[in-house]
T-cell receptor
Framework: GESVGLHLPTLSVQEGDNSIINCAYS??????FIWYKQESGKGPQFIID?????DKRQGQRVTVLLNKTVKHLSLQIAATQPGDSAVYFC??????????FGAGTRLFVKA | DTGVSQDPRHKITKRGQNVTFRCDPI?????LYWYRQTLGQGPEFLTY????????KSRLLSDRFSAERPKGSFSTLEIQRTEQGDSAMYLC?????????????FGPGTRLTVL
């Protein structure tokens, strides 16, 4: 069956350090992957996405890496800031409308 | 603010009562989605509209749930005879139709508490 999961439920990093959040997916037919950030009391906020024909995509302070061989996705946040504290979800899409979310990783940034 | 909006933000109701939530998507988006999110979990897909047509419903959407998007703009989600297990955050998202795998933009959600 389809599943999107995360290796760690929580991640604690020092302010200024880089953060890496990992995600595993099981549906090899998925061709579109998205990272969302969710702060307390708010809806998920789009961060960055990547399609299956790419293995890396960079945004502002964020990079997403996709390894289709091992069905692994990661989100790298450079110079992590207190405002980055949130729950991060990876999500996969097999084409069309349905997006499947993982359980999320909570990122704590220590000052 | 041109993002997705939802109303109300919070709803407390007694078991057995009916509740209705509203979602206003981003104006140029013709796809609209409803999700349910419980504490510590990712959003779970409930249903999807393209314009006014409801094209997919999850098994999670029991007969007590109904969603409409009558004019292809705003949408409502109604839950009849609420149960305590319905307590959750109900999220709405919208996207512009395009190639497969379009980016969904979420509203702030409606938090439902059933007593």
């Amino acid at each position: 069956g389809e599943s999107v999961g995360l290796h760690l439920p929580t991640l604690s990093v020092q302010e200024g350090d880089n953060s890496i959040i990992n995600c595993a997916y099981s549906n090899s037919a998925s061709d579109y992957f998205i990272w969302y950030k969710q702060e307390s009391g708010k809806g998920p906020q789009f961060i960055i996405d990547i399609r299956s024909n790419m293995d890396k995509r960079q945004g502002q302070r964020v990079t997403v890496l996709l390894n289709k061989t091992v069905k692994h996705l990661s989100l790298q946040i450079a110079a992590t800031q207190p405002g980055d504290s949130a729950v991060y979800f990876c999500a996969e899409n097999t084409g069309g409308f349905k997006t499947i979310f993982g359980a999320g990783t909570r990122l704590f940034v220590k000052a | 603010d041109t993002g997705v909006s939802q109303d109300p933000r919070h709803k407390i109701t007694k078991r057995g009562q009916n509740v209705t939530f509203r979602c206003d998507p981003i104006s140029e988006h013709n796809r609209l989605y409803w999700y349910r999110q419980t504490l510590g979990q990712g959003p779970e897909f409930l249903t999807y509209f393209q314009n006014e047509a409801q094209l997919e419903k999850s098994r999670l959407l029991s007969d007590r749930f109904s969603a409409e998007r009558p004019k292809g703009s705003f949408s409502t989600l109604e839950i009849q005879r609420t149960e305590q297990g319905d307590s959750a955050m109900y999220l709405c998202a919208s996207s512009a139709s395009g190639r497969a795998g379009d980016t969904q933009y979420f509203g702030p959600g409606t938090r439902l508490t059933v007593l």
